[in-house]
């Protein structure tokens, strides 16, 4: 049998001009070497390792009757997308779907091609009616006046938020605006109010988020990102180094980090540690040892980064307690 990366029954928005700007993915997963494999391919018209995707007639619907339910009396053009490997979504369609996987934790960040997606997805108007082409915008604004009613533009974007989309069990999100499409959030993740979670981006399992984890950072399980602190991302600025928060760590309000953090390290609140930031060592009782580059410290566990309020120097030294969550807080049933 053929095998599949992964498929998805969606339904399409397009604009005027015929173009898919959108899709909704009900139902979607990973493939496997099964005659659905083989069947969705060929309805596609595809071979063995491409991707690709096709709106659904009324005889392929039929073919697919036990997947798509209900969703073939839809108004709507209903497409059938297959990810014949992982190869960088070449289409609104598949970038979507690479998404949907994201944030239903069917794929974990970094382990599907997001090459190039930017240039493939649309900048949208996402508006209490859908997304709609910035260019039927005004239009479809003044149509709604003339109705009586007011078309809300929630913002304008090429992602949409992820709670319109998927909303994964057992996490708690004060602003659904925050997350975007494509992020992922591990059972038992609090994001609040001023949280933010990009796409490629999130949570290994229970963490509290009032910082910034910008694209391609995961926090690792029981760690916690106080309020305005942020991680660098590599989506500006052209860095390469792949930053990550271990377990069990903390960054202190207003905080932030250009490093990865190994498991059991604390960030002070206010202090921004980059790859660069000159570092004076410490002992267990606070002797002064020697000096280093943060990117040196990368990989050691259990730190604490602080500011000496007299020198105003970086310091680092060996954490004497864990950081812990509060059970009861992060059990979202």
Known sequence: MSHIH??????????????II????????????????????????????QSGYVELDDAAKAQFAAQIGNLAASEKPLILCVLGSDSAPSSVAEAFLKLHLLSARLVRP???????????????????????????LPERQLAARLQGKQLSVFSVDKFPKMTDYVVPRGVRIADTSRVRLGAYLGEGTTVMHEGFINFNAGTEGPAMIEGRISAGVMV?????LGGGCSTMGTLSGGGKQVIAVGENCLIGANAGIGIPLANGCVVEAGLYVTAGTKVNLLDAKGAPRTSCKAMDLIGQEGLLFRRNSLSGSVECLPLQSEVELNDELHAHN
């Open 220 to 224: 690792g399980a029981n760690s916690d």
């Open 22 to 49: 959108e899709v909704f993915y009900t139902k979607f997963g990973l493939g496997d070497d099964t005659q659905f494999s083989a069947k969705a391919l060929t309805v596609c018209g595809l071979e063995a390792g």
């Open 6 to 19: 992964s498929y998805g029954f969606g339904l399409a928005t397009e604009n005027s001009a015929g173009e």
């Open 110 to 136: 970094h382990e599907v091609n997001l090459n190039g997606m930017f240039g493939v997805l649309h900048n949208l108007a996402w508006t209490s009616d859908g997304p709609i082409d910035l260019n039927e």
